[in-house]
């Protein structure tokens, strides 16, 4: 089962940024926190995690509160091209578990 | 660099046939994962191997379905005697180790059972 909670659904206006919440209120000290996407019918694109520390790279930020409960991801301008299924999942590192994927946030980015 | 490359992109197998779908991992990666997407359902993980070993076929369904990654060539997902139920999208993801890397996913191939 996944160790995560995702709000099912989320707007967001093309140009603007979009934060996407993410709870994991029962996080280990060694797993990490991974951010996926699936464009509809596409393999899932990973795109960026991190274990404590904010996190940036060129597709989005993320951001962790110090008591790595819950995490933010931030896309800062949506695009058409970013509606998606949005999946924050935890994983303990090192380790042989796979990825485990609960529901995730479906992003609508609107014009 | 090549993504993960899985092949054929669709499948049709008649209930009974075998179906055998391919994936070859990114250039440098030894650890490849199988994940299962019934249609709108979620991504279930199926199997992990690392190369010639099985590390967790946790997911994987009792009978039919078989899984390798020989030491040379392309994971091999296989399953036998295919049922309508077996029709979904199969996507495979690769990673460089054990650790913190990150999963990298291919396109899937989406496998109809008629």
């Known amino acids: 089962d996944a160790k995560t909670t995702q709000p099912p659904s989320m707007d967001c206006a093309e140009g603007r940024a979009a934060n996407l919440p993410c709870n994991h209120s029962?996080?280990?000290?060694?797993?990490?926190v991974y951010w996926y996407r699936q464009i509809h019918s596409q393999g899932p694109q990973y795109i960026i995690h991190?274990?404590?520390n904010n996190e940036t790279n060129e597709m989005a930020s993320l951001i962790i509160t110090e008591d790595r409960k819950s995490s933010t991801l931030i896309l800062p301008h949506a695009t058409l091209r970013d509606t998606a299924v949005y999946y924050c999942?935890?994983?303990?590192?090192?380790?042989?578990?796979?990825?485990?994927f609960g529901k995730g946030t479906r992003l609508s980015v609107i014009a | 660099n090549a993504g993960v490359m899985q092949n054929p992109r669709h499948l049709v197998r008649r209930r009974g046939q075998e179906a055998r779908l391919r994936c070859s991992p990114m250039?440098?990666?030894?650890?490849v994962y199988w994940y299962r997407q019934l249609p709108e359902e979620g991504l279930k993980f199926m199997v992990y191997l690392q190369k010639e070993n099985i590390i967790d076929e946790s997911g994987m369904p009792k009978e039919r379905f078989s899984a390798e990654f020989p030491k040379e060539g392309p994971s091999i997902l296989r399953i036998q005697q295919v049922v309508r139920g077996d029709s979904a999208a199969y996507f495979c993801?690769?990673?460089?180790?054990?650790?913190?890397?990150?999963?990298?996913f291919g396109n899937g191939t989406r496998l109809t059972v008629t």
């Open positions: 029962t996080i280990s000290g060694n797993e990490y």
């Open positions: 993801a690769s990673s460089r180790d054990r650790g913190n890397s990150p999963l990298h």
């Open positions: 999942i935890v994983r303990p590192s090192p380790g042989n578990t796979p990825l485990v």
């Open positions: 250039k440098g990666h030894s650890h």
């Open positions: 991190g274990l404590k």
